[in-house]
């Protein structure tokens, strides 16, 4: 096995961090103490908050279709939330989730406001109307509660009938 010359540095985690599998992990120090964090902090890398908004643009996609195609859309989108807030939720991932969670509203409210019907009887909305209805209704999963939503794991036994068949 060799190293790959590129991808192999030594880092000193106090000033620069390093990624590694999504996630940039750096040693920072703790608000209101002058002790240094006893453990290295990770949250999700730059590079992998880029190519979340990329993906969120391809499934949200151009402006005239997402009405049309909303429930397939909106489908697809929730289970890319999902399963992202799912990997990342590991680590101090809160102000990045937030960040993100008002990229996905915005850009869908966008979407939504362009592709609004043309015609004498429209009722033109703009898109701060429509965030705020996706907000409302929370029509899309938040990734900042996410970790929050999930029941805690069993503990103890389980009462559990069964016979072999």
């Known amino acids: 096995m060799t190293l790959h010359p590129d991808k192999t540095r030594v880092v000193n985690d106090r000033e620069d961090g390093f990624d590694f599998l999504g996630f940039h ?5 703790v608000r209101g103490c002058q002790s240094e964090s006893r453990g290295v902090l990770r949250w999700p890398s730059r590079k992998a908050c880029h190519r979340f908004r990329e993906q969120v ?3 949200v996609g151009p402006p005239g279709r997402l009405r049309r195609e909303w429930g ?5 989108l929730r289970a890319y939330l ?6 990342f939720q590991h680590g101090q991932s809160t102000r990045c989730f937030a960040k993100l969670e008002r990229f996905v509203s915005e850009r869908v409210a966008r979407n939504l406001t362009r592709s609004q019907p043309t015609g004498k009887r429209r009722q033109r909305r703009h898109w701060w109307e429509y965030h705020d209805w996706l907000q409302h209704e929370q029509v899309l999963p938040r990734l900042t509660a996410r970790r929050h939503d999930r029941p805690g794991r069993y503990r103890g036994r389980g009462k559990v009938r069964w016979r072999a068949v």
Do not use: F, K
């Open 25 to 29: 992990h750096r040693r920072v120090r």
């Open 57 to 59: 643009r391809q499934l």
């Open 72 to 76: 397939q859309r909106c489908r697809r």
């Open 82 to 87: 999902g399963g992202w807030s799912d990997y």
